[in-house]
């Protein structure tokens, strides 16, 4: 049974361009979390995702950044027009529907904006 | 909402002694803990969750931690340590709002460094 699996590992973007982050939860999965890591920082979430309904926002920033979990497909967390503050490493977790509070964590992409 | 409170950013120990990462929480409603790991470069691992029932937990790698409600405390601890134990230790909190599963409130974490 393959882990959460994010990709890329690493995505260099320069300021202005769009970074998109992809996430395939654990087979059978049916919740997906997206949290962001700042250096020097712990992690902080951002969204929590069923297929097609995001449940929690409260985490993303208003502007530049969505989240999506479609019917098909892994989850995007998608980032336009970076800035150099958006340089973080983010991280999603999924949880089985039985189990929803036990997050399992991918790799994690780690976003370095020029 | 709730918060977590990790004490102390570094903690070094010699190998095979034994070491406690301290976590406390805050919160209005009931809540959920975990601990995680986290080696350089690499996601978080779930070291030991606390749900329900018994308050003390065992993890993998030998570690365990205790519920204390009433001090509001879930540390982290293992009788002897090892080299491969050198990593980033998160506590975790998730509320019980009882609509659903929340995202985690993390710590800041505790980076355990083993001297040999």
């Known amino acids: 049974n393959a882990g959460v699996m994010q990709n890329p590992r690493h995505l260099v973007r320069r300021r202005g361009q769009e970074a998109r982050l992809r996430c395939s939860p654990m087979?059978?999965?049916?919740?997906v979390y997206w949290y962001r890591q700042l250096p020097e920082e712990g992690l902080k979430f951002m969204v929590y995702l069923q297929k097609e309904n995001i449940i929690d926002e409260s985490g993303m920033p208003k502007e530049r950044f969505s989240a999506e979990f479609p019917k098909e497909g892994p989850s995007i967390l998608r980032i336009q027009q970076v800035v150099r503050g958006d340089s973080a490493a983010y991280f999603c977790?999924?949880?089985?529907?039985?189990?929803?509070?036990?997050?399992?964590f991918g790799a994690g992409t780690r976003l370095s904006v020029l | 909402a709730q918060s977590v409170t990790q004490l102390d950013s570094q903690v070094p120990v010699f190998e095979e002694a034994p070491v406690e990462l301290r976590c406390n929480y805050s919160s209005s409603v009931s809540v959920y803990l975990f601990w995680y790991v986290q080696y350089p470069n690499q996601g978080l691992q779930l070291l030991l969750k606390?749900?329900?029932?018994?308050?003390l937990v065992k993890g993998i790698n030998g570690f365990e931690a205790e519920f204390n409600k009433s001090q509001t405390s879930f540390h982290l601890r293992k009788p002897s340590v090892h080299i491969s134990d050198t990593a980033e230790y998160f506590c975790a909190v998730s509320a019980d709002s009882g609509g659903g599963a929340d995202g985690l409130t993390f710590g800041k974490g505790t980076h355990l460094i083993i001297q040999p």
């Open positions: 977790a999924s949880s089985p529907r039985d189990s929803p509070r036990v997050g399992y």
């Open positions: 606390y749900l329900s029932g018994s308050t």
């Open positions: 087979k059978g999965h049916s919740h």
